[in-house]
């Protein structure tokens, strides 16, 4: 062969190998949880991707759910410390800090610094349900302890994965990792729709056990923490704290009857909704919201 016909294959090879590493599964990447405090839990390809800066509002500027954010707090103080504490579930009325209270508990309980190694929140994803067994495999030997957080919790109909859930949480041979607890946000106490369990009653050749099988999912949150709507005053209040946190300058009549004006445009009143008032606020006024 000639060295010109030698040099094509030669690039000809080079462009197989190139086109063979592209289809070749990349590396999963190394998981230092060391690095950072909070984790989001990529399933595809199987590692924990750290996050540097996580979106939580300070512990203090959540109101109107002081009676719940004390049991969590508690909960959660004692798992950090090594002692017994229950997987939680947070349910109830949309935008009132389910998931910000448990980002804000776990931010204050590190705080506090009680222990050497920092509790670690890891967030995963609902559609990453049926992964939690492989997950929780790879933490029980790590020498930190863990909340897994999964925000918006629910099951739809067809929806078999809660079976997974019910398996890793409490149940299986292994059961759950003592240094791994799950807290959950859902807008519904028992995670299914209504309808799906009233099909269930319907159609099943023992309605009892059939609606017991979907139901007992959320009895293996050993805490209910539920959450409703807040009344006018506490809606108020949480206007407040947050115009006082951000330094906003505005005659307090003023803030009150544009938050009621803002409320009543959106049809309700929550934590959300607050905040969003603020946010429009500060726009408004040109001034910078604090980290």
Same mark, same amino acid.
């Given at each position: 062969?000639?060295?010109?016909?030698?040099?094509? =294959?030669?690039?000809?090879?080079?462009?197989?190998?190139?086109?063979?590493?592209?289809?070749?599964?990349?590396?999963?990447?190394?998981?230092?949880?060391?690095?950072?405090?909070?984790? *989001?839990?990529?399933?595809d /390809?199987?590692?924990?991707?750290? @996050?540097?800066?996580?979106?939580?509002?300070?512990?203090?500027?959540?109101?109107? @759910?002081?009676?719940?954010?004390?049991?969590? *707090?508690?909960?959660?103080?004692?798992?950090? #410390?090594?002692?017994?504490?229950?997987?939680?579930?947070?349910?109830?009325?949309?935008?009132?800090?389910? $998931?910000?209270? *448990?980002?804000?508990?776990?931010?204050?309980?590190? #705080?506090?610094?009680? $222990?050497?190694?920092?509790?670690? =929140?890891?967030?995963?994803?609902? %559609?990453?349900?049926?992964?939690? /067994?492989?997950?929780?495999?790879?933490?029980?030997?790590?020498?930190?302890?863990?909340?897994?957080?999964?925000?918006?919790?629910?099951?739809?109909?067809?929806?078999?994965?809660?079976?997974?859930?019910?398996?890793?949480?409490?149940?299986?041979? %292994?059961?759950?990792?003592?240094? @791994?607890?799950f807290?959950?946000? $859902?807008?519904?106490?028992?995670?299914?729709?209504?309808?799906?369990?009233?099909?269930?009653?319907?159609?099943?050749?023992?309605?009892?056990?059939?609606?017991?099988?979907? *139901?007992?999912?959320s009895?293996?949150?050993?805490?209910?923490?539920?959450?409703?709507?807040?009344?006018?005053?506490?809606?108020?209040?949480?206007?407040?704290?947050?115009?006082?946190?951000?330094? =906003?300058?505005?005659d307090? %009549?003023?803030?009150?009857?544009?938050?009621?004006?803002?409320?009543?445009?959106?049809?309700?009143?929550?934590?959300?909704? #607050?905040?969003?008032?603020?946010?429009?606020?500060?726009?408004r006024?040109?001034? /910078?919201?604090?980290?």
């Amino acid at each position: 062969m000639t060295d010109s016909s030698i040099d094509a =294959l030669n690039q000809k090879l080079d462009r197989l190998i190139e086109a063979v590493s592209r289809l070749a599964p990349q590396p999963v990447p190394r998981t230092d949880l060391g690095e950072a405090d909070c984790f *989001v839990w990529q399933a595809d /390809p199987g590692f924990l991707e750290p @996050v540097r800066k996580v979106n939580r509002v300070d512990i203090g500027l959540i109101r109107g @759910v002081d009676r719940v954010r004390d049991i969590l *707090v508690d909960n959660t103080e004692r798992f950090a #410390a090594g002692h017994a504490a229950n997987n939680v579930l947070l349910w109830g009325a949309r935008g009132m800090g389910k $998931s910000s209270l *448990v980002k804000a508990v776990h931010a204050e309980i590190n #705080a506090r610094a009680r $222990s050497d190694q920092p509790l670690k =929140l890891i967030e995963i994803h609902r %559609e990453d349900i049926d992964t939690l /067994p492989k997950l929780m495999g790879l933490l029980k030997a790590a020498p930190f302890r863990f909340i897994l957080f999964c925000d918006d919790l629910s099951f739809d109909h067809d929806d078999t994965s809660y079976k997974s859930l019910k398996a890793a949480l409490e149940g299986g041979v %292994e059961g759950r990792p003592a240094n @791994v607890i799950f807290y959950a946000t $859902s807008n519904r106490r028992h995670l299914l729709p209504r309808d799906m369990i009233d099909n269930e009653r319907s159609t099943a050749i023992n309605p009892s056990e059939a609606v017991e099988e979907k *139901v007992s999912l959320s009895d293996r949150f050993g805490l209910w923490l539920g959450f409703h709507k807040c009344s006018q005053d506490e809606y108020l209040d949480m206007i407040d704290g947050y115009a006082s946190h951000h330094g =906003l300058d505005i005659d307090p %009549e003023q803030l009150r009857a544009e938050g009621l004006e803002w409320a009543t445009t959106r049809g309700s009143r929550s934590g959300r909704v #607050a905040w969003q008032f603020t946010q429009d606020l500060a726009g408004r006024l040109g001034k /910078p919201l604090k980290d």
